[in-house]
């Protein structure tokens, strides 16, 4: 039977943490408790988290603030915000200090638990598909050694099936896999959050036409947005792709800001 998956909820409201964390145990997760940033750094310290719930507003510091201070101890835990005082700009700053989504009070049990659910089991993708990799790259090595062809490296690129035209999106030395969700970039694997993939994929659709900051978020978030709320959004998915893709992020080759307007692809 599967370790149920632990979720810390930092919220300085006695009410509402006990509120979700009923919520989160009938879901049949292992719910942790704090009060304040300080309770909940020490419980990030001394154990292991596989989601965090946090409130922009505690009484020892702001949630922004912790963000960093979260994934300064846990790089890769997922953080979830949740508040009552929710505005565009506070949720763009969650999303650009490393947040996974942004969420309003008052709680909606059956959404909560369905994103905690989404959530979780993106986490589990990229590490299942690195050792499924990794088991047919063995194969492979093993399959040519039996075929005399001497040994292998561990590291033999695996082949993109071509079963499913409709499965790979290529833009020159770049493919994306639109049923795993990751790029491909000559033989190699690169990992993109979900969302992060969305917009390179609407890129690599325009390909090499500019698109703009609305449409980038229209097409990859369904939001509509202003020209402004729209650049800021796209900040950030732009940034996460370019770290990724970029040999020299100060001098990007394939991804190019269009003054004003938006960004394009060029491969």
Not at 25 to 35: F, I, M, N
Not at 159 to 188: K, Q, S, Y
Not at 243 to 253: G, M, Q, V, Y
Request: net charge negative.
């Amino acid at each position: 039977m599967d370790k149920p998956a632990a979720i810390l909820v930092i919220d300085d409201e006695t009410n509402l943490r006990n509120t979700l964390a009923a919520i989160l145990q009938q879901g049949g997760y292992l719910p942790t408790l704090a009060g304040d940033g300080r309770e909940a750094l020490a419980c990030l310290e001394g154990g292991e988290f596989d989601l965090v719930f946090l409130d922009l507003r505690l009484s020892d510091t702001n949630g922004l603030d912790l963000l960093p201070r979260i994934h300064k101890i846990k790089p890769d835990l997922p953080v979830l915000i949740l508040t009552a005082h929710a505005t565009l700009e506070s949720a763009m700053e969650a999303v650009r200090r490393g947040a996974r989504d942004y969420m309003l009070k008052p709680i909606d049990p059956p959404y909560i638990l369905a994103r905690v659910g989404e959530i979780l089991a993106e986490q589990q993708e990229p590490s299942r598909r690195r050792e499924i990799i990794s088991q047919v790259q063995e194969l492979l090595a093993e399959l040519r050694q039996v075929e005399g062809s001497g040994p292998s490296p561990s590291n033999v690129p695996v082949p993109l099936a071509a079963v499913d035209p409709d499965r790979f999106l290529r833009c020159g030395v770049i493919t994306a896999d639109l049923h795993t969700r990751h790029l491909i970039i000559n033989n190699r694997m690169v990992q993109l959050p979900s969302t992060t993939f969305d917009y390179m994929v609407t890129l690599m659709r325009y390909c090499p036409k500019a698109v703009s900051f609305e449409n980038l978020v229209k097409e990859s978030q369904t939001y509509i947005l202003s020209k402004s709320e729209a650049r800021e959004m796209t900040r950030w998915h732009i940034h996460k792709i370019r770290k990724a893709l970029e040999p020299d992020t100060s001098n990007p080759r394939f991804i190019i800001t269009v003054r004003d307007f938006g960004y394009r692809l060029v491969v």
